[in-house]
């Protein structure tokens, strides 16, 4: 079957550094991307991974690995704004494949 | 550009009943996808459009949805009858290409079965 599993709940303090992982049991997406879900809202869009190695987005990067199917979400600085959930996404013939979402917590 | 626009917001119905919710996609976008949300089974893809025409269908749960696309700038899903587990937030989505990488969403309707 198709999933990426994440981590579900990962906890951090304002300024420090974060990372989600991802890691899939498919093949055949052309890419990983990141969206960020605020409580009550719609999710948004971050970053993609169409090759493999490191994409950087201001204070987030995003990284891929399809040998190893894996990816992860780097969040620098944190701040209280950045507390949401986080997904992943496989990207297949025009259409995502959702991960189980991580929700961040940042702590003062 | 509005964004994608939903409604209603928030239905609250009782089993049985029909419900409708409406998608207005970004002007120019050729992709809509409908998705459903739910603490159990996570985002969900339902159903896409490309061009108006429904391409894959393969997420909707049962007979009792329905998409349309009766053009490219309105889309409605449709269950009859509503059940207590169909109660979820539904969102619409809508990409520029099918190869685009970021679809963008639509503030979704929460929808609660009784």
């Known amino acids: 079957g198709q999933s990426l599993e994440q981590p579900s709940e990962v906890t951090a303090v304002e300024g420090a550094i974060v990372q989600i992982n991802c890691t899939y049991q498919?093949?055949?997406?052309?890419?990983l991307s990141w969206y960020q879900q605020h409580d009550g809202g719609a999710p948004t869009f971050l970053s993609y991974n169409g090759l493999d190695g490191l994409e950087e987005t201001g204070r987030f990067s995003s990284f891929l690995s399809r040998s190893d199917s894996y990816g992860y979400l780097l969040l620098q600085e944190l701040q209280m704004k950045d507390s949401a959930s986080y997904f992943c996404a496989g990207l297949r013939t025009y259409k995502y494949i959702f991960g189980t979402g991580t929700r961040l917590k940042v702590l003062a | 550009d509005a964004g994608v626009i939903q409604s209603p917001r928030h239905e609250v119905t009782e089993m049985g009943q029909e419900v409708t919710l409406r998608c207005k996609p970004i002007?120019?976008?050729?992709?809509l996808f409908w998705y459903r949300q739910t603490m159990m089974r996570g985002l969900e893809l339902l159903i896409y459009f490309n061009n108006n025409v429904p391409i894959d269908d393969s997420g909707m749960p049962e007979d009792r949805f329905s998409a349309k696309m009766p053009n490219a700038s309105f889309s409605t899903l449709k269950i009859q009858p509503s059940e207590p587990r169909d109660s979820a937030v539904y969102f619409c989505?809508?990409?520029?290409?099918?190869?685009?990488?970021?679809?963008?969403f639509g503030p979704g309707t929460r929808l609660l079965v009784l």
């Open positions: 498919t093949s055949g997406f052309y890419g």
């Open positions: 989505a809508s990409s520029l290409t099918g190869e685009e990488e970021t679809q963008y």
């Open positions: 002007s120019g976008h050729d992709y």
